[in-house]
């Protein structure tokens, strides 16, 4: 596709309930990222892939987070055992090249706005 | 990656230009000054970068101090799409990727 793609867009889910949120990044993008942004604030991230490769997880909030990218293009975001600050919009971003640079720009999805009752 | 200070707020009439002022003082060598602004339920969006010389594109311009320690982000001629929170972030590269802060809330009135 022409962008990056988020699916589902609004998702509610019931306290204690696991969801999965999907990424489909643009077609040989290399570099994968996912960020969490809470209402009013800036995003923030949470974990980057290179390929299939995570290297860097360091900012999942817990071990209910888990992604995954297992074929180096589509990726999954999991939560486990949601909680209401789970409440949030999760964004997801790609680019061409590996982060070895400042030059490296992101495309990024329009998120998945995740509600926690 | 260095902190940047931006304005909470800024308000422009359509048709004027807008220029969104970033302060990054501990600015490194090798970081890249970048612009990404953020539209009502959208995911952000890039605008503009540069490292030392100032740019041009399509969207704005990038006007870069001499000691890099500032920024502006030129909108020539504001328009009410352009109603968006822009992001100054500067990056080296890595692994954790863009550092956003809160951005500059931009209110473009008719």
């Known amino acids: 596709g022409a962008g990056v793609s988020q699916s589902p867009r609004y998702k509610v889910a019931k306290r204690g309930q696991d969801v999965a949120l999907r990424c489909d990044p643009i077609?040989?993008?290399?570099?994968l990222f996912w960020y969490q942004q809470a209402l009013g604030q800036g995003p923030e991230f949470l974990t980057y892939?290179?390929?299939?490769?995570?290297?860097?997880k360091s900012g999942l909030p817990s071990d209910r987070f888990f992604a995954e990218r297992p074929e180096g293009s589509v990726s999954t975001l999991k939560i486990q055992r949601t909680q209401q600050e789970d409440s949030a919009v999760y964004l997801c971003?790609?680019?061409?090249?590996?982060?070895?640079?400042?030059?490296?720009?992101?495309?990024f999805g329009a998120g998945s706005r995740l509600t926690v009752l | 990656d260095a902190k940047t200070t931006q304005p909470n707020s800024m308000e422009s009439n359509e048709e004027e230009p807008v220029h969104l002022p970033c302060n990054h003082s501990?600015?490194?060598?090798?970081?890249?000054i970048h612009w990404y602004r953020q539209l009502p339920s959208q995911g952000p969006e890039y605008v503009i970068h540069g490292l030392t010389s100032n740019v041009n594109n399509r969207m704005a311009s990038l006007a870069i101090a001499e000691d890099r320690k500032s920024s502006t982000l030129i909108l020539h001629r504001a328009t009410l799409r352009d109603a968006a929170v822009y992001y100054c972030i500067l990056t080296g590269g890595g692994a954790d990727g863009l550092t956003f802060g809160k951005g500059t809330h931009l209110i473009i009135q008719p």
């Open positions: 892939f290179q390929n299939e490769a995570q290297l860097d």
């Open positions: 971003a790609s680019s061409w090249t590996v982060i070895s640079s400042g030059a490296n720009v992101l495309t």
């Open positions: 501990t600015i490194s060598g090798t970081d890249y």
């Open positions: 077609s040989g993008h290399v570099s």
